[in-house]
């Protein structure tokens, strides 16, 4: 029984001291290292190729090196591998910074005081109180729900969207698409932190843009497919929207010439709202492997019909 990892140099430097301390007994091959194949029960990749699954004719889990799932094609992966993402505390600790920090510059009005400095203009606007600003997040797992407890104590009025709803302290909860309409018409910001899927691709377009109210903004954390990106720029050009943190595109890197870059109303930064973090990844890991093999249910297991 054998680990094959297939990620970056340096958390396979990490992960491989992590199972030399804690599985010792489990051996850790790096890819395209796989030695025998057979021996390959567990692999930890960002993305799989038929290819390399259907040489692993005994692997039993497929674990994604991030939140997402959606980078995997998984109707590759044969249906008896089971799929997990990743759930671990370094990562929530990152999406938590990012959301706070892109939160707050919008609800400080940063694009403008960017552009007033561009311009050498000093030019004070009223401070809004938290109370007055109604911050929505759209996606109520582990990232989701971590960001609305993290935004509460700056005093936000605070909204959560998902699709079977739950109970999150001092958040107003909506659940499923027919509430979608009434959570949106109260978000002055709203985060997205969906997993991308076919029901959730596109969310973010002129119909979610119109229920906002007037001078909303938006900030998209979750994938580049939840956005369309011509629905965004007409949306703030029209003045509708107020301003945009993307971290997210459709095909990343963006292109030189994308719009985006130099877009006044938009904050773009390279998919680095979360980033998992090598020493607590491997620890996670390692724990699912063993709940794996005490016939124990994983965390971040993903349900494959529903894609997350
Ligand atoms: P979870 O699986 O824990 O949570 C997903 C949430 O989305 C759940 O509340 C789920 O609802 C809800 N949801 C899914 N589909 C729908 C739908 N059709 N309608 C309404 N709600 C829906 O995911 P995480 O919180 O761990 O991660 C979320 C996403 O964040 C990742 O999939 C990834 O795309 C993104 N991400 C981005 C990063 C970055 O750096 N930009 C870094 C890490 C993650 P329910 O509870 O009812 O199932
Ligand atoms: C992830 C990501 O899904 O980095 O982990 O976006």
């Known amino acids: 029984m054998a680990f094959l990892f297939k990620s970056s140099a340096e958390r396979g430097t ?7 301390r804690l599985l010792p ?3 850790f091959r790096t890819w395209p290292d796989v030695g025998d194949a057979d021996d390959i029960r567990y692999l930890a990749a960002w993305t799989v190729t038929r290819d390399l ?3 692993l004719p005994n692997l039993e889990v497929l674990f994604s090196v991030g939140a997402g799932v959606d980078q995997l ?10 799929v997990v993402r990743m759930v671990e505390p370094g990562l929530t600790d990152g999406m938590v910074q990012y959301a706070t920090f892109a939160t707050l510059a919008l609800h400080r009005e940063m694009l403008d005081y960017g552009q007033a400095q561009t311009d050498h203009r000093w030019a004070p606007r009223p401070l809004l109180p938290a109370g007055q600003r109604r911050v929505g ?6 990232l989701g729900t971590a960001v609305l407890a993290a935004l509460r104590p700056f005093g936000f009025v605070l909204r959560g969207w998902s699709r079977s709803g739950g109970d ?3 958040v107003e909860i909506f659940a499923g698409s027919n509430a979608l309409p009434a959570f949106l018409s109260g978000c002055d910001i709203l985060i997205c932190l969906l997993p991308l899927t076919n029901d959730t691709r596109g969310i973010l377009c002129r119909k ?5 109210p007037h001078g909303a903004g938006i900030i998209n954390v979750g994938r580049g497919g939840h956005l369309v990106e011509q629905d965004l720029l007409d949306a703030l050009d029209s ?4 301003g945009a943190v993307i971290d997210v595109l459709n095909t990343e890197p963006a292109a030189a010439d994308h719009p985006f870059w130099s877009h006044p109303r938009i904050l773009l930064t390279p998919h680095v709202a979360s980033q998992t973090r090598d020493d607590s990844s491997a620890e996670v890991l390692i724990s699912n492997i063993r709940r794996h093999q005490a016939g124990q249910a994983l965390l971040g297991q993903v349900d494959r019909t529903r894609g997350y």
């Open 53 to 55: 699954l259907a040489g």
């Open 168 to 170: 999150v302290e001092g």
């Open 137 to 142: 997040v759209m996606g109520l797992g582990h």
């Open 208 to 212: 979610s843009f119109d229920l906002l």
């Open 14 to 20: 990490v992960w491989a001291g992590a199972f030399a």
């Open 73 to 82: 094609d998984l109707s590759q992966v044969p249906p008896q591998v089971t």
């Open 25 to 27: 007994d489990m051996p």
């Open 239 to 242: 003045g509708h929207l107020s």
